[in-house]
T-cell receptor
Framework: DAKTTQPPSMDCAEGRAANLPCNHSTISGNEYVYWYRQIHSQGPQYIIHGLKNNETNEMASLIITEDRKSSTLILPHATLRDTAVYYCIVRVANSGNTPLVFGKGTRLSVIA | GAVVSQHPSRVICKSGTSVKIECRSLDFQATTMFWYRQFPKQSLMLMATSNEGSKATYEQGVEKDKFLINHASLTLSTLTVTSAHPEDSSFYIC???????????????FGEGSRLTVL
């Protein structure tokens, strides 16, 4: 079973920041928080991951609370192409043969 | 870097026939590949773990004789759906774990998916 909890859906106006929350209250000390997204009829796309410090890349920012029990993925300027299902996954990084276990994710709809 | 390619992207077949789906890591080596299945409006469900040079490990409830997996090289894994039936119609996605890929080593990357429709 997935070890994260996400809202089933969210709307965001085009051009505004999309803030997607994720709860992972049982996260272990060596587990990272990963975010992937899946655009309709495509394979999942890696977005970002982090352990405890906030992370930023060209796609998004990841804010992890100090107690690491929750995190927020931020898309700073959402576009229509960001409409997708976003998955928050906790996993030990470089963890050998461990697959990603997907929960139900958050369906983000970016509205013009 | 870290491109995973699946072929075919779409396939339609008649009930009772077999279909092979290929998963290739184009610019890195992958000792481990994972196969997922996704039904409409549902999340990805892990079917099996494919290890190069050894037998695949199947998740509970997945028939190994129906879903044949071969991982003959460090860049190719195949999933064959044997004697396909309409209930096997689904979106099949592979994921590859990168090895010897510099900063990407150990991370997982996904193919574009293969949509199977069995008539």
């Amino acid at each position: 079973d997935a070890k994260t909890t996400q809202p089933p859906s969210m709307d965001c106006a085009e051009g505004r920041a999309a803030n997607l929350p994720c709860n992972h209250s049982t996260i272990s000390g060596n587990e990272y928080v990963y975010w992937y997204r899946q655009i309709h009829s495509q394979g999942p796309q890696y977005i970002i991951h982090g352990l405890k410090n906030n992370e930023t890349n060209e796609m998004a920012s990841l804010i992890i609370t100090e107690d690491r029990k929750s995190s927020t993925l931020i898309l700073p300027h959402a576009t229509l192409r960001d409409t997708a299902v976003y998955y928050c996954i906790v996993r030990v990084a470089n963890s050998g043969n461990t697959p990603l276990v997907f929960g139900k994710g958050t369906r983000l709809s970016v509205i013009a | 870097g870290a491109v995973v390619s699946q072929h075919p992207s779409r396939v339609i077949c008649k009930s009772g026939t077999s279909v092979k789906i290929e998963c290739r890591s184009l610019d890195f080596q992958a000792t481990t590949m994972f196969w997922y299945r996704q039904f409409p409006k549902q999340s990805l469900m892990l079917m099996a773990t494919s290890n190069e040079g050894s037998k695949a490990t199947y998740e509970q409830g997945v028939e190994k004789d129906k879903f044949l997996i071969n991982h003959a090289s460090l860049t190719l894994s195949t999933l064959t759906v044997t004697s396909a039936h309409p209930e096997d119609s689904s979106f099949y996605i592979c994921s590859a774990r990168a090895v010897r890929a510099g900063g990407l080593t150990g991370e997982l990357f996904f193919g574009e998916g293969s949509r199977l429709t069995v008539l």
